[in-house]
């Protein structure tokens, strides 16, 4: 690791927390989740997630739990695959080791916990059939020479989730960002941000709110 890579991955934030917005996942978890499971299971067909800059893993493990629980409750087969990125390899490194100590899970229900969770002491490691669903991979989404992250191959997202991310970056940074989640989103392919970013997301256009409430927008055009 190089001086410069050290300064750049001081200057960022990498701060994430399990359900971080309780506001947008219980929407995924009670409608859009749902409702992608419905158009999926038994299809054959892979409902597809993209962790937009993922930071140590808690949001991609958050989603995956969400659409486990989503899985056993619709009764046909669901397969699918979460795509994980960031720009810090060291937050990658504590992402695919999926171990968090107790004070990180203050959000997470007891019977998530023991349902996806293995405790080891003051540890919790996230249990192997979720982590298989998630592949955590370096990528820089204001790379301008690739489309989608490598692992992704051609896009065709159903959800991307980048959150807690637009905010630092200037407004031509922010729409490079956004054009880039819009491509990898399929049509009617939802997108969800932070609470503190829904501005950002109605001024770039391309998106529409699927609720007033809450930061959750559909791809639109």
């Given at each position: 690791?190089?001086?410069?890579?050290?300064?750049?991955?001081?200057?960022?934030?990498?701060?994430?927390?399990?359900?971080?917005?309780?506001?947008?996942?219980?929407?995924?978890?009670?409608?859009?989740?749902?409702?992608?499971?419905?158009?999926?299971?038994?299809?054959?067909?892979?409902?597809?997630?993209?962790?937009a800059g993922c930071a140590a893993g808690q949001e991609a493990y958050s989603?995956?739990?969400?659409?486990?629980?989503?899985?056993?409750?619709?009764?046909?087969?669901?397969?699918?695959?979460?795509?994980?990125?960031?720009?810090?390899?060291?937050?990658?490194?504590?992402?695919?080791?999926?171990?968090?100590?107790?004070?990180?899970?203050?959000?997470?229900?007891?019977?998530?916990?023991?349902?996806?969770?293995?405790?080891?002491?003051?540890?919790?490691?996230?249990?192997?059939?979720?982590?298989?669903?998630?592949?955590?991979?370096?990528?820089?989404?204001?790379?301008?020479?690739?489309?989608?992250?490598?692992?992704?191959?051609?896009?065709?997202?159903?959800?991307?989730?980048?959150?807690?991310?637009?905010?630092?970056?200037?407004?031509?940074?922010?729409?490079?960002?956004?054009?880039?989640?819009?491509?990898?989103?399929?049509?009617?392919?939802?997108?969800?941000?932070?609470?503190?970013?829904?501005?950002?997301?109605?001024?770039?256009?391309?998106?529409?709110?699927f609720s007033a409430y809450h930061a959750v927008f559909n791809k639109i055009g």
């Amino acid at each position: 690791c190089t001086e410069a890579d050290q300064l750049n991955t001081s200057l960022l934030v990498h701060h994430s927390e399990f359900f971080r917005s309780p506001l947008s996942f219980g929407l995924l978890e009670q409608v859009v989740l749902p409702a992608l499971a419905e158009q999926k299971s038994g299809s054959g067909k892979t409902l597809r997630i993209w962790s937009a800059g993922c930071a140590a893993g808690q949001e991609a493990y958050s989603i995956a739990i969400l659409v486990e629980d989503t899985a056993a409750k619709c009764g046909k087969p669901l397969v699918y695959q979460v795509t994980a990125t960031d720009s810090s390899e060291a937050c990658l490194q504590t992402a695919r080791a999926g171990v968090y100590e107790e004070s990180a899970l203050g959000n997470v229900r007891q019977r998530h916990l023991k349902s996806y969770f293995d405790q080891n002491g003051v540890f919790f490691n996230i249990k192997p059939q979720v982590q298989a669903r998630i592949d955590f991979s370096k990528y820089d989404l204001l790379d301008e020479s690739s489309a989608f992250p490598p692992a992704a191959v051609f896009g065709g997202f159903d959800l991307v989730l980048c959150c807690n991310l637009l905010y630092y970056y200037n407004t031509a940074a922010q729409k490079k960002i956004l054009s880039k989640l819009r491509r990898a989103l399929v049509a009617g392919g939802f997108l969800v941000c932070d609470e503190c970013e829904k501005e950002i997301i109605r001024q770039h256009g391309g998106f529409l709110a699927f609720s007033a409430y809450h930061a959750v927008f559909n791809k639109i055009g």
